[in-house]
């Protein structure tokens, strides 16, 4: 039994990590959905939700007007979720230019884009945050994807700036592995959540949603998906951001991951035949909540085998936990750090999967909280 157990665990761990990622690019290559896209002029209204946001508001909507796309089509919505800082103040300065201040008491994010969502007068709506910088083609490039009338929610691409650590550059690294998986995903059909900080829908599509939900950029682009409609990624729209440390990435993975697991609960169509693309649902978002139980499994399952097996096992995940631990010591100008700082990534993103469950357990208030990077900054 332990061998069998052992056997799997490691099986299940090498599909997730790799063997998903092989099955994707080979299905991806011979199924491919193009997206009719084409250059198109709808009306769009952007909304902009913020809660003490001050050091960011500024050069955030000055990136919003600085958008190639025509002035009178588009409705700017900055919403303050009880910001008491100088974020309002800034913002009202902005009032000649077309941009509309809407201040709302402390409620959270999901309060303040159902407001945003009320108050739209737009055909698309695009989502974004304060914190990061858009480039001048995105919208534009996004209502093009909409020309296409599959197509209900058009994600851009979040590129993170060069990182100056090995722990900032493996971050990186693995925001890349993500947004690979998700190109694919698109190529196929749909991914499974759109990124926050730039992502178009249609406005007919937008429901309200519950003031306690955890992740708007898959609950909003999961209920167009569930009328029919495609998710894709479009990689002509981007926006920019500072490298994250492993710590705040940590935080914001905790809370995605606990998201996943609120998401499944109010979508459960997404295990059963209605979800289209389920095999990625399973093998993408619910393999990466079950990584540190496989690990689990495989370490107890390891006492269990043939001696020479059960020495080999337990020393290969030794070996892994300790490059882990030498992490924390070794310093970035070792050559080691190029083995250890990959592995603690990789534990530090699995163990986040694990306190997510704990997460969904704890009370929390429907409010957000900024993430953190190698810069201090405030706001979302």
Known sequence: MSVALFVFGVAFVLYVAFGYPVLLALLARFRTRPVAARPELKRVSILLPVHNGASWIEP??????????????VQVLVISDGSDDATEEIARRFASEGIELVSLPRGGKMVALNEGIARATGEILLFTDVRQELDPAGLRSLVACFADPRVGVASGELLIRQGRTLEEANVGAYWR?????????????????????????????????????????????????????????????????????????FRRKVRTLAGVYQTTGRFPQLLGPGNRIWIHFVSHKLGRLLLPWAMILILGASFGLPRWWRAAALTAQAAFYLLVLLDLVVSDASPLKRATSPARTALVLIAAAFCAVFYLALPRQPLWQPTGSSQARTGR
């Open 60 to 73: 955030k909507l000055r990136s919003i007007l600085a958008l190639d796309y025509p002035r009178e089509l």
């Open 177 to 249: 592995y993500e947004k690979w998986i998700r190109k694919h995903q698109s190529r196929l059909d749909s991914i499974m959540g759109a990124t926050g900080c730039i992502f178009a829908m249609r406005a007919s599509l937008a429901a309200r949603m519950a003031p306690d939900t955890i992740l708007d950029d898959v609950v909003l682009p999961l209920g167009a998906f569930f009328q029919g409609y495609r998710l894709i990624l479009d990689e002509g729209a981007r926006a920019y951001d500072s490298p994250t440390s492993l710590r705040s990435e």
